[in-house]
């Protein structure tokens, strides 16, 4: 199983921008499809984005359509997510996942997942 750490999360005001970052180790960083997923108290983990190993593909949640993007780099084992024009209901926790069976969005196709890091968005 790959280890995720993911980094960059803080605090911003609303229409600022944040670089989140995921590094991999212990595994085939080209085996997985590489996602994120974000999660506030109460709430079911939600689908954020994903990007396919080559990073050919990408597959954004319709809340953050056109102000995130997520890339990859392979020779660094890291996938990144750049979170531009972020509103207060961006906050949560961001968590970094690994997927060897990727399918659509759900949490289930991921089988390795990172620690989490914190956003917040302030109005």
């Known amino acids: 199983q790959v280890q995720l750490v993911e980094s960059g999360g803080g605090l911003v005001q609303a229409g600022g921008s944040l670089r989140l970052s995921c590094a991999a180790s212990?595994?085939?960083?080209?085996?997985?499809?590489m996602g994120w997923f974000r999660q506030t108290p109460g709430k079911e983990r939600e689908f954020v984005v994903a990007?396919?190993?080559?990073?050919?593909?990408?597959y954004y949640g319709n809340s953050v359509k056109g102000r995130f993007t997520i890339s990859r780099d392979n020779a660094k084992n890291t996938v990144d997510l750049q979170m531009n024009s972020l509103k207060p209901e961006d906050t949560a926790v961001y968590y970094c996942?690994?997927?060897?069976?990727?399918?659509?969005?759900?949490?289930?196709?991921?089988?390795?997942w990172g620690q989490g890091t914190q956003v917040t968005v302030s109005s």
């Open positions: 996942a690994a997927s060897r069976v990727f399918v659509s969005g759900s949490s289930a196709d991921f089988g390795s």
């Open positions: 990007i396919s190993w080559s990073g050919a593909s990408t």
């Open positions: 212990g595994g085939t960083f080209t085996s997985y499809t």
